[in-house]
């Protein structure tokens, strides 16, 4: 088994399941035990503010999108770049918090940049390594820029760098002509 975490999962133009269609999940854990992500690409209509004022006592003028982790039902989780608060390191400089008391000051002081996930993507063990090797899900690497990034077209983005890094490492330097002419 390679671990997959502090990795992107991008999902294949063939994997079947509608949950994950056109998905980028940022990998947080994978082990022997399972694995589990947060799908970035899933924006609710829901703000932060609306859902916080469910589950708080106190509420808050956050109005950026709540983000739908993936289908597995779980706590409230963040990803921040506030290491004071963090609970674990996803990728260098990127971390996860779901304690209640770092999610208030999140929602509260609106420390940029940050996304909150209600649910997330979760696999059994061995259940995402068989996905992996019938190339359900692409592997990418993760960057802060990806992870926070605000456009509707991550998947677009993710797979277009994808297929730049396949191309550039099938490409022998030798053997690209001075000429652009002569491609």
């Given at each position: 088994?390679?671990?997959?975490?502090?990795?992107?999962?991008?999902?294949?133009?063939?994997?079947?399941?509608?949950?994950?269609?056109?998905?980028?999940?940022?990998?947080?854990?994978?082990?022997?035990?399972?694995a589990f992500g947060?799908?970035?690409?899933?924006?609710?209509?829901?703000?932060?503010?609306?859902?916080?004022?469910?589950?708080?006592?106190?509420?808050?003028?956050?109005?950026?999108?709540?983000?739908?982790?993936?289908?597995?039902?779980?706590?409230?989780?963040?990803?921040?770049?506030?290491?004071?608060?963090?609970?674990?390191?996803?990728?260098?400089?990127?971390?996860?918090?779901?304690?209640?008391?770092?999610?208030?000051?999140?929602?509260?002081?609106?420390?940029?940049?940050?996304?909150?996930?209600?649910?997330?993507?979760?696999?059994?063990?061995?259940?995402?390594?068989?996905?992996?090797?019938?190339?359900?899900?692409?592997?990418?690497?993760?960057?802060?820029?990806?992870?926070?990034?605000?456009?509707?077209?991550?998947?677009?983005?993710?797979?277009?760098?994808?297929?730049?890094?396949?191309?550039?490492?099938?490409?022998?330097?030798?053997?690209?002509?001075?000429?652009?002419?002569?491609?």
């Amino acid at each position: 088994m390679t671990s997959t975490r502090g990795q992107f999962l991008v999902a294949s133009p063939h994997l079947p399941d509608p949950n994950f269609l056109r998905s980028v999940v940022l990998m947080v854990q994978h082990d022997d035990e399972g694995a589990f992500g947060l799908i970035l690409n899933r924006p609710t209509n829901q703000t932060v503010s609306e859902v916080w004022d469910i589950i708080s006592d106190e509420s808050c003028d956050c109005e950026q999108p709540l983000n739908l982790g993936g289908p597995v039902a779980g706590p409230l989780m963040a990803l921040h770049t506030n290491e004071r608060l963090s609970e674990n390191e996803v990728v260098p400089g990127v971390y996860l918090s779901t304690d209640r008391d770092a999610l208030d000051e999140l929602v509260n002081t609106e420390f940029d940049p940050f996304r909150v996930f209600s649910g997330y993507a979760g696999w059994g063990p061995k259940q995402l390594d068989e996905e992996l090797e019938v190339g359900g899900w692409l592997v990418a690497s993760a960057t802060i820029g990806m992870i926070f990034y605000e456009g509707d077209d991550l998947w677009k983005q993710v797979t277009s760098d994808i297929g730049d890094d396949i191309i550039y490492s099938a490409i022998d330097p030798r053997h690209i002509p001075y000429d652009p002419g002569m491609n």
